[in-house]
């Protein structure tokens, strides 16, 4: 027997790919690596259910712990990768433990990105992991007053929902763009949530950066903005978007930019390194550029891709993205690449909660689409776009209806 395959990550991608060994067959040794010190969980409930203590620390576990026993997976938990020896085919942990691999996974995921490098006051979060959601459960139950959020993006937004609806608080969203979402969605859809969230109550400041903050005895009593009044503030919850764990892999002298650069396998220019999820870039057939997705359905189709190359089964990747946010009330879902749009479509009741945003090429075929409330349209444009088939702008304009079934 080998020395088999060691995965270093273990939220989504990281056990979706232990998994997938073990279901294609994998013999070999699996050691699976994560810096937390619970079981691997669904990350996407933090700012949701689990925030507002609808579901349990155990509900929102990937797997049972019976499940790393009876598949064999050597699960380490509360472990860091410090260094790779990619001439030994070896790793070494933060507890100077040392481990041999025949395969290698990176599946480091990513961090927020802070306002500033160094200690945070007390009043200041941000969420990526179980132990950032217990601090800030804490601390709307210990505090009253506004909680600002800083940053307009997905989590961002699911979090000032939960606060407000949940908790009670006030709420003011602080976002630098022009837009909400404007990395992640339409203009038509980031301006359809915006009006949700003023609706529900919630004080939005667009087009407004962060420059600091206003403290006293190490906490933040306001955050100072660029051509606005401060904000007073007994939370602060910082969501700047992610940056991704590439450092492992760069100091190994593996190619990285901005993400591990991987090919249509999930291999790094190291044949022996694999990167999947958060961490990894790669190129698509559909953009011009290479991309980063930042998303479970990526996470858990690179885990796939990767564990077929090492099990012997080599299948590319041609990723469809998709993404769902829970929010105001709505299930807000997307699948596609947006990058290509030159015309959209509304479609449906929208203004009333249940429609579309439909997102087409220059040759008129759908790139993208947007739902709200409307789960069985997108799933029918998830299975259209990953069988290749093309969706004309014309023939919608001319029926009132994409054709999805023939």
Same mark, same amino acid.
């Given at each position: 027997m080998g020395k088999g395959t060691l995965?270093?990550?273990?939220?989504?991608?990281?056990?979706?790919?232990?998994?997938?060994?073990?279901?294609?067959?994998?013999?070999?040794?699996?050691?699976?690596?994560?810096?937390?010190?619970?079981?691997?969980?669904? $990350?996407?409930?933090?700012?949701?259910?689990?925030?507002?203590?609808?579901?349990?620390?155990?509900?929102?576990?990937?797997?049972?712990?019976?499940?790393?026993?009876?598949?064999?997976?050597?699960?380490?938990?509360?472990?860091?990768?410090d260094s790779i020896c990619r001439e030994t085919r070896t790793v070494t942990l933060s507890n100077g433990e040392t481990l041999d691999y025949d395969n290698l996974v990176l599946a480091t995921g990513s961090r927020p990105r802070l306002w500033r490098q160094g200690e945070m006051p007390g009043n200041v979060h941000v969420l990526r992991t179980l132990a950032d959601a217990r601090h800030i459960i804490g601390a709307l139950k210990a505090t009253d007053?506004? #909680?600002?959020? #800083?940053?307009?993006?997905?989590?961002?937004?699911?979090?000032?929902?939960? #606060?407000?609806?949940?908790?009670?608080?006030?709420?003011?969203?602080?976002?630098?763009? $022009?837009?909400?979402?404007?990395?992640?969605?339409?203009?038509?859809?980031?301006?359809?949530?915006? $009006?949700?969230?003023?609706?529900?109550?919630?004080?939005?400041?667009?087009?407004?950066?962060?420059?600091?903050?206003?403290?006293?005895?190490?906490?933040?009593?306001?955050?100072?903005?660029?051509?606005?009044?401060?904000?007073?503030?007994?939370? #602060?919850?910082?969501?700047?978007?992610?940056?991704?764990?590439?450092?492992?892999?760069?100091?190994?002298?593996? $190619?990285?930019?901005?993400?591990?650069?991987?090919?249509?396998?999930?291999?790094?220019?190291?044949?022996c390194v694999y990167a999947i999820g958060d961490c990894a870039r790669f190129s698509v057939a559909q953009v011009d550029h290479t991309v980063r997705l930042e998303c479970v359905q990526n996470a858990h189709d690179q885990a796939r891709v990767a564990a077929a190359a090492i099990a012997g089964n080599p299948t590319p990747y041609r990723p469809v993205p998709w993404f769902w946010s829970d929010q105001m009330g709505a299930k807000l879902q997307t699948v596609g690449f947006l990058d290509n749009t030159v015309s959209s479509i509304t479609h449906g009741d929208i203004e009333n909660g249940k429609g579309a945003f439909f997102h087409f090429d220059s040759e008129k075929n759908l790139c993208a689409a947007e739902t709200v409330n409307n789960p069985a349209i997108h799933m029918q444009i998830r299975r259209a776009l990953a069988a290749g088939k093309k969706l004309d702008q014309q023939r919608f304009e001319h029926e009132g209806k994409l054709d999805l079934k023939s």
């Open positions: 995965i270093i990550g273990a939220s989504h991608a990281g056990v979706q790919c232990a998994s997938a060994l073990r279901d294609a067959g994998y013999a070999e040794r699996i050691i699976l690596v994560g810096e937390d010190d619970a079981l691997p969980y669904h $990350r996407p409930p933090l700012s949701k259910s689990f925030i507002c203590a609808k579901v349990s620390e155990e509900d929102i576990e990937l797997k049972s712990h019976a499940f790393y026993t009876d598949e064999q997976i050597e699960l380490k938990r509360g472990l860091r990768a007053g506004t #909680v600002a959020i #800083v940053g307009g993006g997905y989590v961002g937004l699911e979090l000032a929902a939960t #606060v407000r609806t949940q908790f009670g608080r006030d709420v003011v969203i602080i976002e630098a763009s $022009r837009r909400l979402l404007s990395r992640s969605a339409s203009p038509l859809l980031s301006d359809w949530v915006a $009006r949700q969230h003023v609706q529900a109550g919630s004080r939005l400041l667009l087009n407004t950066p962060m420059v600091g903050f206003e403290t006293s005895n190490g906490v933040v009593d306001a955050v100072v903005l660029d051509g606005q009044p401060d904000v007073k503030a007994g939370v #602060v919850i910082l969501g700047l978007g992610i940056v991704p764990n590439e450092e492992l892999a760069s100091q190994a002298g593996i $190619r990285c930019a901005d993400g591990i650069m991987v090919d249509e396998f999930c291999r790094t220019d190291d044949p």
